[in-house]
């Protein structure tokens, strides 16, 4: 019996030995046997009467250390033969071992160890050693001299004495956690077997899918492919993104840097380039090989997005088949494509938040589906409220809610598609002769586009409606940002003395400078046609506001528009006159235009502006989307003509 010391600090020591881990530490055997090209590892655990661990070996029919270099391997911290070898001398398997530590961790399992090992010595003998150690002096090793026997190599290390938290190792996720640690290097040596506790690791049995990807990266093409490998588990076993050789050793881990809310995964990232960068392994995110790393994750996101679309479409299946699903038939605008797409997504993520019974979930599917068909900016508070939900699911809820390319787009389609349907309402407001005749002006056309200002154009928005023209006038100086009192601005009047009440004023700024425009318009009942009555109540508010030196700013020019369903033959002509624009019945100076236009020329430069996106959706809208559409947003000043009968 000889006694060998290590050269440290006890306290040094049994921090290496980190004594709250004793699941790591069988892990370390388990490397350590197969390093020592083992292909049969057996852990077993004796339990007292009352449950309590009393003793845990780790044995393996791997190499064993022959007597003679026993001294060597246990006397020092790191040089380990390990880090210059790389692979093992017969079967080359990448090596896990190469700090020269990895037999202090044995002290997580007990307070008293030891190796029992048996080599081949250099005379061709076999020959057993007794390797011994103690908590209380963790820098000495006790080695017996060789016992030369008949027995197989290999290696058991037994602990007695339990360490203080090695309870841990019964629980009933360790056999798990184990097969995570070594489900590749499992998946790629099929002839290892790994048995805990009287049962084989067998990843097979505890992951719940298994897939795997090769990694393209240019900046090693004289090596394959790196292979990621992804295992997703039943059960949390903790996120990593391993690093290994291409026989699946784990060298190191890093953080997988994804977000995959509701999935448990291991990650490998296999490659032999990592065996030669092992010692810098911990700054991979620094060097060259930080853009592999970030192929991997990125394969490990797309690799996500394909699970989760497959989740998604099981259940929406299963609540096709139980009739809870809010839509019916087949998709046939892409709107509703865009819309089902944003339905499907919130509402498998919140799948498990969603009532028991069924009546009461097609409910709340149904709420859900309205809520993103009419505000999807408002489907946040709403979840919240209803379900209360883990943080977890919240942050990824809103994820999904903040992806312009769902919600903004159900926006916009929608807001298009509301727009089609208007003008198709418009059409009939204005032209059909049983709506036409009845419709009133000031009360219900004028009432309906207050609302709908983008017809006249879709920078404009509504300054004044059916006010004064000295309204007309504050809330000009208000957008040239002069904010004036009205006791402060004289009265402003038409030729006659009248003081003129404007249907609509518009506005918008022009982008990148500080000019503005102003658009008066002045609406006429469809049934009445533009004439120069028509013609001189709209220029004398041109006139005014020219004579008016109140209004007078180099930055703004206005138009005046007088809107109806048709002009007459005077009219008409000043309106095509060849030297001005289409419409222009009058140019002054100052920047003041003067208009005829018929409903027929806005609603063509209207469909004109929309022809891309009604093609792109599909929408050609009805009589009665038309009609249902005034009914939702006009219902209060809609026409009696247009009510249904």
Request: include cysteine; aromatic fraction near 6%.
């Amino acid at each position: 019996m000889r006694t060998i010391h290590i050269e440290a600090k006890p306290d040094h020591l049994l921090r290496l030995a980190r004594l709250k881990d004793p699941v790591g530490a069988v892990s370390e055997m388990i490397w350590n046997a197969l390093d020592a090209e083992a292909c049969n590892i057996t852990v077993d655990i004796e339990t007292n009467e009352l449950g309590g661990i009393e003793y845990v070996s780790v044995s393996d029919d791997g190499h064993g250390m022959p007597n003679a270099s026993c001294e060597k391997d246990f006397s020092g911290l790191g040089g380990s033969w390990k880090t210059k070898a790389k692979v093992s001398p017969e079967l080359k398997r990448g090596l896990h071992g190469h700090s020269g530590q990895g037999r202090l961790r044995a002290f997580a399992l007990g307070e008293q160890v030891r190796w029992v090992t048996v080599a081949n010595a250099m005379d061709g003998r076999t020959e057993r050693t007794i390797i011994s150690g103690t908590i209380d002096r963790p820098a000495d090793f006790d080695i017996s001299e060789p016992d030369y026997v008949d027995d197989p190599v290999g290696t058991r290390v037994e602990a007695s004495v339990p360490a203080g938290y090695v309870s841990r190792l019964v629980q009933d996720d360790t056999a798990q956690q184990l097969a995570s640690i070594f489900a590749p290097f499992l998946a790629a040596n099929p002839d290892v077997n790994i048995v805990y506790q009287g049962k084989r690791l067998d990843p097979a049995t505890v992951w719940a899918d298994m897939e795997q990807y090769p990694v393209s990266w240019q900046s090693a093409p004289e090596q394959p492919d790196p292979l990621l490998r992804v295992i997703e588990w039943r059960k949390d076993v903790g996120r990593v993104l391993a690093l290994c050789d291409a026989n699946g050793v784990v060298l190191d881990e890093v953080s997988p840097g994804i977000q995959a809310p509701g999935y448990h995964f291991t990650a490998y990232l296999l490659w032999d380039g990592f065996v030669e960068r092992r010692n810098d392994l911990h700054l991979a995110e620094l060097d060259e090989i930080s853009s592999l790393l970030e192929a991997a994750r990125e394969k490990l996101r797309t690799h996500f997005r394909d699970r989760d679309r497959q989740r998604r479409a099981r259940q929406i299946q299963e609540w096709k088949q139980e009739g809870v699903y809010p839509y019916r038939g087949e998709l046939t605008e892409p709107a509703q494509a865009v819309e089902r797409q944003m339905f499907d997504e919130v509402a498998t993520t919140i799948t498990r938040r969603l009532p028991g019974s069924q009546q009461s979930r097609k409910t709340t599917l149904r709420l859900l589906k309205e809520i993103i068909s009419h505000d999807p900016s408002g489907l946040y508070p709403v979840l919240d409220e209803l379900f209360r939900l883990p943080q977890s699911e919240q942050e990824e809820l809103k994820r999904l809610l903040q992806r312009t390319s769902l919600s903004e787009v159900i926006k916009a389609t929608g807001q298009v598609a509301d727009r089609l349907d208007f003008i198709a309402a418009l059409k009939k407001l204005v032209f059909e002769p049983g709506m036409s005749r009845t419709v009133k002006e000031r009360s219900e056309l004028h009432k309906i586009l207050e609302r709908e200002t983008w017809v006249f154009g879709d920078a404009y928005a509504l300054m004044v409606s059916d006010q004064s023209l000295d309204t007309v006038l504050i809330r000009h100086l208000k957008a040239l940002g002069r904010e004036t009192e009205a006791e402060e601005l004289d009265p402003v009047r038409r030729e006659d003395g009248r003081q003129g009440i404007v249907d609509l004023m518009l506005g918008k700024a022009h982008r990148g400078s500080s000019g503005r425009e102003h658009l008066v318009v002045e609406l006429k009942a469809p049934k009445v046609k533009i004439g120069q009555t028509e013609v001189g109540q709209i220029k004398s508010y041109a006139q005014a506001v020219a004579d008016d030196p109140q209004f007078r700013d180099a930055r703004v020019s206005w138009d005046f528009w007088v809107v109806s369903t048709q002009m007459d033959d005077i009219v008409r002509r000043d309106a095509t006159a060849p030297n001005r624009p289409p419409g222009c019945i009058a140019e002054w100076e100052g920047g003041i235009r003067v208009w005829a236009r018929t409903w027929s020329e806005i609603i063509d430069d209207c469909e004109d502006r929309l022809h891309f996106y009604r093609d792109r959706l599909n929408h050609d809208p009805a009589t009665e989307h038309a009609l249902e559409y005034l009914r939702r947003v006009h219902g209060s000043v809609m026409p009696q003509a247009a009510e249904p009968v």
